[in-house]
């Protein structure tokens, strides 16, 4: 079976974008507003190298909620892959979640549901794995978020969280009921290299 790396997206592979209207940082909804993360390309250019599907999981509430159309996110997602291309960075598949399980002024009903897709769940996860044919244990999730490495976790992963921890947010991981976080890199570069030094000791 094949092994993969599944990445989130949002604070991962493109830096998250300002909202004005509500005073804090969201997804981004139009193409030039996409910023690719330093070295996201990079990084996944050299997975693909080291044997590893690239499989982007990530959560788009903004679907159910009203304020983000598909036709949206997919010029967002089409212009991502645009700069990570300037390093040779690609990926297999996207999967995205659109639901959420309350919806907001403009939801769509259609997608408000408590679903088994939306990450800290490993829907989009397990389903990739059964589409491309991966073996989850020899895969890893790599994300910014606690929901990335309890989606990894469930799904049998290992599991590396990007992130330059505060005190506050050990807390939170702990109030979490995570004991067991798996790895933490500093940035995408630092990821690479636990993946890399993991497979050489394999």
Not at 87 to 114: I, M, N, Q
Not at 153 to 163: K, M, Q, S
């Amino acid at each position: 079976m094949n092994k993969a790396v599944f990445v989130d997206r949002d604070g991962t592979l493109n830096e998250m974008v300002y909202d004005e209207a509500h005073g804090l940082f969201d997804s981004p909804r139009r193409p030039e507003q996409v910023r690719a993360v330093p070295f996201a390309g990079r990084f996944l250019r050299d997975l693909r190298a080291l044997g590893y599907r690239i499989i982007v999981v990530t959560n788009q509430p903004g679907i159910a909620k009203g304020t983000l159309k598909l036709a949206q996110l997919h010029a967002v997602n089409k212009r991502l892959l645009e700069l990570l291309s300037h390093e040779d960075g690609t990926w297999d598949d996207l999967r995205f979640c659109p639901h959420h399980p309350e919806g907001g002024p403009g939801a769509k009903s259609k997608y408000v549901t408590a679903c088994e897709c939306r990450k800290p769940k490993p829907g989009l996860l397990v389903a990739a794995a059964r589409d491309h044919g991966l073996d989850l244990e020899r895969s890893w999730m790599v994300g910014d978020g606690l929901v990335d490495v309890q989606a990894g976790r469930a799904a049998g992963c290992r599991t590396i969280l990007v992130t330059r921890l505060k005190i506050e947010q050990v807390e939170r991981l702990f109030a979490a009921g995570i004991r067991k976080i798996g790895s933490v890199a500093q940035d995408l570069t630092e990821a690479r290299r636990l993946i890399s030094q993991y497979r050489e000791r394999r």
